[in-house]
Every structure is written in structure tokens, then in C-alpha cells.
DNA sequence: AAGCCTATCAACCGCAATGGT
DNA sequence: GACCATTGCGGTTGATAGGCT
């Protein structure tokens, strides 16, 4: 017998809630609190199975809940961060507080996605595994990338040539011989790729891969701003 | 005014992760 | 370690409000 929908059971309610049901459980959990939402719903009185509590709870009803248009800075901290850690809607909305992680996804995915997208920029960012948080910020309208990492050089970054191990169509990407400042090439045949998450690894003259300096990337189109700061 | 279309967002679903036995 | 129950997360759906013709 395969699994039951926890809401097929018998004489469980879905669909919008009421206002009485928002009552009962907003008064139910400010009372004995939310250690078990399965047993929840029948403790409290509700024809709702507990998945449905919980999230009419964490999304809607939590005292905390910030309500309201996204600020601008808000805005801002959606996109930083929707390019360090992608899709992972939960992470973004620590750091948002008041903001739930359904509220920040389907905000993403009505109106900063489509701006993003219809701002012909690339913007990268990301950061490496024990230094400080990298920024790449590469112009639409050149092929090259200006590097910033919390304002300061990136270490070593002289002698190492950047390449995508997980990508070939991104293996010509590597620092301009001579160069003295940051920046470096960035090969774009994958152009038209609205979003493209790249894995990029810091080799030593083709011998030695340093594993310190391994770290991703996320790689979208972006609003005009040539430079992002962190 | 009516019908259609689109955007929004609350809510659901399925799967993964976690914790207890 | 295996199994099961529960929770958390992210993708998706569907109701509906508002705009457009």
C-alpha cells in the first residue's frame, strides 16, 4: 500500500483558512506552543492535519512576520544572496528577519527574477571556502570581470589561472598575462544561459589544486550596477 | 459591463533530512 | 544499522484580484 496524503485522511479540511481557524490556532500555539505539530491540529480542535498548521503558523500567523512591500534594501539583500546561495529560500530568509522563505521565493520568482533578467548584465558572485567572501563583477558589455573581495586583493591571485571544473564551455577563463590589477577574461559562449551555476578551482601553474581556494559561483544576469558591494 | 488574460501569493505536494527506537 | 515518524524545504498549483480589450 503506497504512502496516504496526510490530508486525504478522512475529514481533514484544506484550501484557505478562516479566520476562526486562524484563531484557534494562533491561540493554541501561543498557549502550549508548537512541539508537535502532527498532534497539534487534534489537541487544538482543527479538522487540518499538522503540515498545514505548521505552515499557516510559520508563514502567516508567527507574531514576528514582517508585513509590507520589500524595502529596497531588502530587494538588494534577496538578489546578493540568491547569487551566493541560489535557490535555498530558507537560508535567504535568515537573513531577512520578519520575511519568510515562501514570501521571499514567490517574490523572487514574480518580480526581482524577471528585473535580473531584463537588465542585460552578469553579475557573479560567490565566495571561497576559507577567505572572505568573494564579489566578481563582469560587464554585459565586455568580456571582462573585475574582481573584488571585500574590498581587498585576492590573495595570490597573480599566479593562479581560474578555470570551471564543471563546465568546459567556462575553462577560458584565466587572468590577462601581465596584468596588474584584478580583473581577468571571462569566455561568455554560454551567453544566452539565464542562470548557470559554475564551479570554479584555483590551480597553481597547472600542478597543485588548492583546495582552500576552491569556491562557487553563481552566474546570472544582473541590473546595471557595474559593482556590487558585500 | 462582460469576458479574457496575467500577476500574485497562499497553500499544497513530494522528497530529503533528522531524530527516536 | 534499519526502520519509522516527523519536520523542513523547495517546486508547483490554483484561486482570485486587477488590468485590459
Redesign the pocket.
Known sequence: MGRV?C?EKMGLK????TPEEDQILMSFVQRYGHE???ALPKLAGLLRC???C???WT??LRPDIKRGNFTREEEETIIRLHGVLG?????IANKLPGRT???I???W???LKKRVIQQNHYFLAGKMSRYSRLQMVAESSSSSAEVIRDGESVVGFDDYRIYAADRPEFTNIERPAGSQDDSFMIDRRNESAEYSKLHFSAINGGNSIRDDMVFWYNIFINSGTSSQGS
Not at 535557490?87 to 537560508?91: D, L, P
Request: contains cysteine; hydrophobic residues 15%; positive net charge.
Open positions: 496524503p490530508c484544506k484550501g484557505p483558512w508537535n505539530w502532527r499538522g503540515k498545514s505548521r505552515l499557516r508563514n502567516y535557490n535555498r529560500w530558507s537560508a522563505d515562501n514570501e521565493k514567490n517574490y520568482n514574480t518580480q
